[in-house]
């Protein structure tokens, strides 16, 4: 049993936005660093953004300026907004700790194309 659980993907079009959720079990994942994950077909899984319990946020270079990450501890909720999708963000997002990764869960699907 996987604790995490990813929402909020779709289809749209470049340019367009999103908000993925993930909520987890367990009010303990408020005190560790949180990541938001994608992979795309062929290519190997990318840590996308991560967040510390003191809110604290990291981004690869090709989200900066168009992602943010968020988490609401009383919701047991990290988010991912997204803006300004690009194609290339196609790819399945996941939400796990950012260290001593637990099982990973189904994932939500982004897909950017017109």
């Known amino acids: 049993q996987v604790p995490f659980v990813e929402s909020g993907g779709g289809l749209v079009q470049p340019g367009g936005s999103l908000r993925l959720s993930c909520i987890y079990s367990?009010?303990?994942?408020?005190?560790?660093?949180m990541g938001w994950y994608r992979q795309a077909p062929g290519k190997q899984r990318e840590l996308v953004a991560s967040?510390?319990?003191?809110?604290?946020?990291y981004y690869i270079d090709s989200v900066k300026g168009r992602f943010t990450i968020s988490r609401d501890s009383a919701k047991n909720t990290v988010y991912l907004q997204m803006n300004s999708l690009k194609p290339e963000d196609t790819a399945m997002y996941y939400c796990?700790?950012?260290?001593?990764?637990?099982?990973w869960g189904q994932g939500t699907q982004v897909t950017v194309s017109s």
């Open positions: 367990g009010s303990i994942f408020n005190f560790y660093d």
């Open positions: 796990n700790k950012r260290t001593r990764i637990l099982g």
């Open positions: 967040i510390t319990p003191g809110e604290s946020t």
